[in-house]
């Protein structure tokens, strides 16, 4: 069984507490006193530990603890249309080493009522850390709050830029681990303009299919080209 803590936390021999959520998940699954548990934070930690409870509260007693590097960085900066369909997408992005998630708002996404907002981004940190765990990652994405696209691109580019794009190049076969960072559009693409921005900044346009792709499955495909190419890049 997986445990999280909060970030920071975890100190050998110490008793930590584990928040609401997670005492839940422990009364769900009828936890046991002195059972052994994995301990992970979202923040690079990897270690072990045993259940104390508290009264109606839980505790983890951290046994062993390190601090693992994160992986390669791998931003996703995709157009938010679509609150439950961005938040699948979030919680499949951690299993494929995703660093980063930006949520973007587009001229195409702007009226859309059920697009992400800045209210929905605690609710949305805690699914990424959720999945984090899941899956047993040590590093869960940054989660960054909506910005325009014209506020993203402001930024330096470090590294790589892809946008997804039916018209572009196929991916390289081989990446370093130099950062990556992969733009999607929203249903109806990028608009003119901002696709314009978006090569003006230094994106290369990148197919990722031989169809049409929805916003939420180009993220995840783009994502796993990109973790492959680099698995391929480190192992030949």
Not at 11 to 38: C, F, K, M, Q
Not at 45 to 68: D, Q
Not at 223 to 229: D, P, V, Y
């Amino acid at each position: 069984m997986r445990v999280l803590v909060p970030a920071g936390s975890a100190v050998i021999g110490r008793r930590t507490p584990l928040d609401e959520s997670e005492t839940h998940h422990l009364r769900v699954r009828r936890a046991g006193e002195d059972e052994n548990v994995e301990v992970l934070d979202g923040a690079g930690l990897s270690g072990s530990g045993v259940l104390v409870r508290a009264g109606a509260k839980w505790l983890v007693e951290i046994r062993s603890a390190e601090r693992r590097p994160s992986q390669p960085e791998l931003t996703l900066a995709v157009a938010a249309g679509d609150r439950e369909r961005f938040t699948w997408m979030a919680e499949k992005a951690v299993e494929l080493s995703v660093t980063r998630l930006v949520p973007l708002e587009t001229a195409r996404t702007a009226g859309v009522a059920s697009r992400i907002r800045l209210s929905h981004i605690q609710k949305l940190r805690r699914v990424v850390l959720e999945a984090t765990k899941q899956c047993g990652a040590v590093w869960a994405p940054a989660l960054e709050e909506p910005v325009s696209v014209s506020e993203f691109l402001a930024g330096t580019l470090i590294g790589s830029g892809w946008l997804a794009d039916p018209e572009g190049a196929a991916a390289a076969a081989d990446l370093d681990d130099t950062p990556l960072t992969i733009l999607v559009g929203p249903e109806g693409g990028f608009s003119a303009e901002e696709r314009e921005a978006i090569l003006g900044a230094g994106y290369r346009p990148v197919a990722l299919g031989l169809n049409t792709l929805r916003f939420e499955t180009a993220a995840l495909a783009a994502a796993a080209i990109a973790s492959s190419a680099r698995l391929r890049g480190r192992h030949g």
